[in-house]
Each structure stands twice: as structure tokens, then as C-alpha cells.
């Protein structure tokens, strides 16, 4: 029996804690499903998730819980079941399931380091009295920016635009809010104060570089070219 549940982590752990109680299933994410596989919708059930949610962490720890979270955002073809096999692993201490562990730890140290990354390369505008920025990364790690920038803006409201998924996290007083991507907010055009302010920044990054002794090679490697795109320091060349 084939299932799909919707692509949230409560919609995985719901369908998990389903996979527990029914082992004949086979369950993967709406937006994964095969076309010519006949699947059965899963709805969501907010208490089984939270059933198993607190039953991993009971068991195993908040670490194997966070680990189970880092898979589900990988967005990899084959989450559901390297998280089936991390879990056997965690039950039983078998060896033949090391593979959904170590699997698991590359994806964990490969968001981590996207989420490092975006903590420097990240750049906010004002507009509409708002601090915005946009960015494309290649998880969704919005959540997990969330409280540096809080702590780091002094609790200023903004706006993390993930182009790529098309969804906006909003924040305001402590309060946070994961929404679709509104259009209407986007066609609005930065204060000519911000203009202003990203000329000027433009300007003194172009005037402190030293020609004699620019490396794009080692830029490339600082500030990777996929993370450039919504860089207003760096022209359509450099990006």
C-alpha cells in the first residue's frame, strides 16, 4: 500500500507513526509521489505526530529527534526510508542499517553549513518599512535562520523571502509566521533611501578592492556563486 502525506515534518511524523502501526506501507511526500503509482492520501493527525515526536525523544534523545528533522529537510528522494532505516538502527543496534546513520549525519552537516553560510551572506533591504531579504537556498532552512537574525536585528520585524519555494517567514515581536509568497509585497519598490544606502555600499566595495590582487577564484570559494544571486554588491558578472 502506497500513501502520500502532505510536505510537512508533522505530515512525515504522522505518516510514520501510521508505518508503525501498518509495516506493509510505503509512504513519500505529496510533491515525490510517482506518477504511475496509484497512492492514498494521508491526512495528517496533529496527536500521532506528536505521539511519536515525544516517544523519540523519550527513547533516544533530542538529538535523534533533531536528526529526523534535518532528513526532512534535505528534500532528498530517499528521506522516508533512511529515516525508517535510522530508526531500526536506533531499535535494534543492527549494523545493517549504519548506512541510514551516516546518511543522515552528511545531511545534517551539509544544512548546517548552508545555514552558517546564509548567517554572513545574507543581505536585507528596507521596503515598506520592513527589513526584507531574498535568497534561493537549497534546503529550507528559514526556521533555522530565524533566531540568529532575531537576536542579530535587535528584534527588528522582517522578512525571509525563500525564492525557491516561494514562501516568506515573517517576524514581528518574538512572533514568527510562515506564510506563501504575496506578490503584492514584492512589486512594492525599495525607499530611495535604501537606494541610496546600496549605492553607497556598492561604491566603497568597488573602491576598496585592490586590482593587482583580485582572486575571484578565492571569492568563489568565500562567497559561492549560487549564493550571489540576491547580492546587490555584485553585478550580473559576478553572479
Avoid at 105 to 123: A, D, K, P, S
Avoid at 130 to 139: E, G, K, N, V
Wanted: charged share 25%; net charge neutral; proline share 3%.
Amino acid at each position: 500500500m502506497y500513501i502520500t502525506y502532505d510536505d510537512t515534518f508533522e505530515g512525515l511524523l504522522s505518516a510514520l507513526y501510521f508505518y508503525y502501526t501498518q509495516p506493509d506501507i510505503t509512504f513519500v511526500r505529496r510533491s515525490a509521489a510517482l506518477p504511475l503509482i496509484a497512492y492514498s492520501p494521508h491526512i495528517t493527525h496533529v496527536q500521532n505526530a506528536q505521539k511519536i515526536a515525544s516517544r523519540i525523544r523519550r527513547r533516544f534523545g533530542e538529538v535523534a529527534y533533531e536528526n529526523i528533522y534535518f532528513a526532512f529537510l534535505s528534500d532528498e528522494s530517499d528521506l522516508e526510508q533512511t529515516i525508517i532505516d535510522y530508526l531500526s538502527c536506533l531499535i535494534n543496534k543492527n549494523d545493517p542499517y549504519l548506512q541510514g546513520i551516516s546518511k543522515i549525519f552528511e545531511w545534517r552537516r551539509r544544512i548546517l553549513n548552508t545555514v552558517y553560510h546564509y548567517y554572513g551572506f545574507l543581505r536585507f533591504s528596507e521596503k515598506n518599512h520592513l527589513l526584507y531579504a531574498a535568497y534561493a537556498p537549497d534546503y529550507d532552512i528559514s526556521l533555522l535562520l530565524a533566531n540568529y537574525f532575531t537576536h542579530r536585528l535587535s528584534s527588528a520585524p522582517y522578512i525571509l523571502h525563500d525564492c525557491r519555494r516561494k514562501t516568506m517567514l515573517l517576524h514581528n515581536n518574538h512572533h514568527y509566521l510562515l506564510t506563501e509568497s504575496k506578490e503584492e509585497f514584492l512589486a512594492e519598490n525599495l525607499e530611495k533611501e535604501e537606494q541610496y544606502i546600496q549605492a553607497l555600499f556598492c561604491s566603497y566595495f568597488d573602491a576598496a578592492a585592490i586590482k593587482e590582487r583580485t582572486n575571484p577564484r578565492l571569492q568563489r570559494n568565500n562567497f559561492p556563486l549560487k549564493m550571489r544571486a540576491y547580492a546587490f554588491e555584485f553585478d550580473k558578472a559576478d553572479k
